[in-house]
């Protein structure tokens, strides 16, 4: 995935795609019912996209491994 790709989330199949603006490194908390106490210092940054979709007001950060690539940039 890089600047330019048109993404879907992996989530909701039957909307419009959004453009990648940015890729960036953050931390994210996978929480279920058994782990509610967060450890910051454990949690490695993961790759994410910064995506532009026509109907919000501006970008979203979404983890890459929620996305996947519906055409790439020519």
């Given at each position: 995935?890089k600047v330019?790709?048109?993404?879907?989330?992996i989530?909701n199949?039957?909307?419009?795609?959004?453009?990648v603006?940015?890729?960036?490194q953050?931390?994210v908390a996978?929480?279920?019912?058994k782990n509610?106490i967060v450890?910051w210092?454990k949690?490695?940054p993961?790759?994410?996209?910064?995506?532009?979709w026509?109907?919000n007001d501006?970008?979203?950060?979404?983890?890459?491994?929620?996305?996947e690539?519906?055409?790439e940039?020519?």
């Amino acid at each position: 995935m890089k600047v330019g790709d048109l993404v879907m989330s992996i989530y909701n199949s039957t909307g419009e795609p959004g453009i990648v603006v940015d890729i960036v490194q953050k931390k994210v908390a996978r929480i279920t019912g058994k782990n509610k106490i967060v450890n910051w210092d454990k949690i490695e940054p993961e790759p994410h996209a910064t995506v532009l979709w026509s109907y919000n007001d501006g970008t979203i950060n979404i983890p890459i491994s929620e996305l996947e690539v519906v055409n790439e940039d020519i």
